[in-house]
């Protein structure tokens, strides 16, 4: 049967009784939906028909993109600050830093007359106060005029500031001893 286009004549109900009136499949073997399509027939039997359509007459439908005002929220969110952590999926009731922000934001904007990048800013703020803390892509995550000095210091300065403090002390310890045995 390979090759064989016998599906393009008949339907598969009439397929199927001719199998088992020939003895191919067994009465106990016949399909469930046999005796349902038996007893209530289609008005109309269902014909396979190939449709015939050239593909380049045939006019190209565009579907328009649908964006809603929290994507744009959202595209923002990630463009300034980044992906952040990852989402936990096992934990059903997890919210998402994005989806704070966004609600944050659709809350503001409600009770609030601000444009846009203001109200994103108040957005950022309102978090912070509740404990959210975003940090900008490429920005350190400290404020550089929060910053203490004494991290600012680096392993070799610190090792070198030791080492010209150990010479210098070695030097009036032996400018100490000199004088005093002359």
């Known amino acids: 049967m390979a090759g064989s286009r016998l599906e393009k004549f008949g339907t598969v109900f009439t397929r199927v009784r001719d199998l088992m009136r020939s003895g191919v499949i067994k009465p106990s073997e016949k399909p469930v939906w046999y005796d349902v399509y038996q007893a209530f027939p289609p008005k109309r039997d269902p014909l396979h028909v190939k449709p015939h359509f050239r593909p380049s007459t045939k006019k190209q439908e565009t579907v328009p993109e649908i964006f809603y005002r929290e994507d744009e929220v959202r595209a923002k969110f990630y463009e300034r600050y980044g992906a952040g952590r990852p989402l936990d999926l096992a934990k059903s009731n997890f919210v998402s830093t994005c989806q704070r ?25 309102a978090l912070l106060a509740e404990g959210i803390v975003l940090r900008r892509r490429g920005a350190p ?11 600012e210091l680096k392993l070799t300065d610190m090792l070198a ?18 004088t005093h045995t002359s």
């Open 141 to 151: 995550p400290v404020a550089a005029e929060s910053r203490d000095p004494v991290l």
């Open 161 to 178: 500031e030791q080492q010209s403090a150990g010479v210098d002390s070695k030097e009036t310890v032996d400018h100490s001893a000199h």
């Open 101 to 125: 922000f966004v609600d944050k934001y659709t809350e503001l904007k409600s009770r609030s007359e601000l444009d846009d990048s203001a109200l994103f800013e108040e957005t950022g703020k």
